[in-house]
DNA sequence: TTGCGGAACGTTATAATATAACATTTAGCC
DNA sequence: GGCTAAATGTTATATTATAACGTTCCGCAA
């Protein structure tokens, strides 16, 4: 929910993500088979956002398809998500509910972080409401500076 | 602000947003060559957003470069905006005040309305605000059924 | 008017992202 | 073990976007 410090200790948090999603694999009778382990701790390593071809790379032999199929397996179980703006991918911090991301990405450091705030959520339905629009999905991407950033740039 | 009407006339909208454009344009020093004119009425043509390379189509005998430098301009001066979740462009109904879009987008008829809720801004605001991060853009796209797709739907 | 200089455009090639189609292997189950 | 469906491998190709460089056009000023 808060910004992710750029110097803290990644390691444990790349850990947790994937016994959590063993976790809910399990919970799911989904099998996190090795390639889609490799790739969701891949993603999870990256501190930024990451493409699909960056993966593919990290993987070592390996085709587009198989990173994308991934890709597909973690999206459909909530492991990670995309950013549209950027066309990459992310780990999501606390998967075994269905929710859209709400994220904020640093433009200096490429940072991201995941919100879940309702009263976003609240005012885009509601707005699409009074319009008569049913909403079923929702993408919400702010561009800014992350704290660290916006200090040194004073 | 409203949804179009999917059998609205939309050829005064055209002519509308293209007089519009003249004048924005005029009024910052901007010229709307004929090459940008034809994309700017092609986006605007469309019902629902349209990708570059259909735009490209479109106009005929072209290159990629013609028609992305062409969107480059339109979105410098506002006169379009980018939907990031469908890599394609909508014409928007009020330049002349730079802002972000905040989109809802039809899954059934491809159709696309702008909103321009404050509540919304505010609301993505304030949450980034009780993490540290600044706002400097944001993109809010809304996928679910027009009023019309919605009657249709049952 | 003519020539200058920068913006706009043309052209070719290529980068970056993503999927189609089909063969092969693997894992779970009886 | 043998069956079946899921997962993966493999090759080709679709889709979206930009790099690089030459040419043309347009406003402006000598
Ligand atoms: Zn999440
Ligand atoms: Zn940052
Ligand atoms: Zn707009
Ligand atoms: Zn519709």
Redesign the interface.
């Known amino acids: ?3 992710p410090s750029p110097q803290h200790d990644h390691g444990p948090c790349v850990v947790h993500a994937l016994q959590v999603a063993e976790e809910e694999c399990r919970r799911r009778g989904a099998r996190l088979t090795d390639i889609r382990r490799r790739v969701l701790e891949l993603v999870w390593r990256s501190h930024a956002p990451i493409g699909a071809y960056a993966l593919l790379e990290a993987l070592g032999k390996a085709a587009p398809p198989t990173v994308y199929r991934a890709l597909d397996f973690l999206l459909a179980h909530g492991l990670i998500h995309r950013i ?2 950027l066309n990459a991918f992310v780990g999501c911090p606390h998967p075994g509910h269905a929710h859209p991301g ?1 994220f ?1 990405l ?2 200096q450091c490429g940072a991201a ?1 995941e ?1 879940n ?1 309702e ?2 959520e ?3 339905r ?3 409401e009074k ?17 660290a950033c ?1 200090k040194d740039a004073v």
């Open positions: 929910m808060s910004f549209e703006k709400q904020l640093c433009r972080a919100l705030d009263s976003i609240q005012a885009v509601r707005a699409a319009t008569g629009f049913l909403v079923a999905g929702l993408v919400v991407e702010a561009e800014g500076l992350c704290p916006r």
